[in-house]
């Protein structure tokens, strides 16, 4: 821990993307926040018909809508100061950190990125991950690897 630079990523080990980190991680330090989250839009399809109400009485009835969500790509820039929130022995999930830094009043930054993601810890993102990367590997692939 000692040894950490000011500024570092972290990234889950079961993501695929063309995601620049070299820009994400840019974006962060001019950014000056404590924690820069990259995001992806998603759009999940509610297979049910869903209701809106006021008390008892329905106000909407919206068949099998499509909801926008930003989610976590798993690419994280961390700034040093993260790490006094974080405490030896403590289990400590990722979205209670976030919550806590925002809490004690730390900027905490999104980073929107339009590249191509997949969280291949799902079995239908898994499949398509293996699909698209065997068709490009380069896409996914720095330079210096190939």
Same mark, same amino acid.
């Given at each position: ?23 994400? +991680? ?31 009485? %329905? ?11 930003? %989610?976590?790509?798993? %690419? ?17 999930? +990722? ?30 993102? +898994? ?5 698209? +990367? ?13």
């Amino acid at each position: 821990v000692k040894n950490l630079p000011e500024n570092f990523l972290v990234l889950n080990g079961d993501i695929l993307t063309t995601l620049d980190f070299g820009k994400m +991680f840019d974006y962060h330090v001019k950014s000056g926040g404590i924690l820069t989250v990259a995001s992806k839009n998603r759009q999940t399809r509610v297979q049910l018909g869903v209701l809106e109400f006021e008390g008892d009485t %329905v106000t909407d009835y919206v068949e099998k809508p499509i909801l926008d969500y930003e %989610v976590s790509m798993g %690419v994280y820039a961390y700034n040093r100061k993260v790490l006094s929130f974080v405490h030896t022995g403590e289990p400590l999930d +990722f979205p209670d950190l976030v919550l806590s830094l925002i809490s004690a009043g730390n900027t905490v930054r999104c980073y929107r990125s339009k590249d191509e993601w997949l969280d291949i810890g799902n079995l239908e993102d +898994f499949t398509e991950a293996q699909r698209v +990367f065997s068709e490009c590997p380069e896409k996914y692939l720095p330079d210096k690897y190939r």
